[in-house]
Nanobody, 114 residues
């Protein structure tokens, strides 16, 4: 059973940066394919970024050029999301997802406000 634990969320001013981490246990395949999603109040969950087993990455249109997803290829069970130039509209709960089993973490809150 895959278990995911996110961390790194918090309150940041517009233009600031945060780095989210997702640590997984029980992964069946390596390299690990994973994604970050977010859900703002009253809105549907949306994809933020994904990284696949071959290293290919893809991003949601609203975060391209500002966010970067990466993977710890040594430990093989950690994925990060570096978020730069944060905007108030980035405020949401951010969730990590295992693309193999579609398992979800508990989420971490990111709030961008002055």
């Amino acid at each position: 059973q895959v278990q995911l634990v996110e961390s790194g969320g918090g309150l940041v001013q517009p233009g600031g940066s945060l780095r989210l981490s997702c640590v997984a246990s029980g992964i069946a395949f390596s390299p690990w394919s994973a994604g970050w999603y977010r859900q703002a109040p009253g809105k549907q969950r949306e994809v933020v970024a994904q990284i696949f087993d071959d290293g290919h990455t893809q991003y949601g249109d609203s975060v391209k050029g500002r966010f970067t997803i990466s993977r710890d290829n040594a430990a093989k069970n950690t994925v990060w999301l570096q978020m730069n130039n944060l905007k108030p509209e980035d405020t949401a709960v951010y969730y990590c997802n295992d693309l193999g089993t579609f398992s979800w973490g508990q989420g971490t809150q990111v709030t961008v406000s002055s």
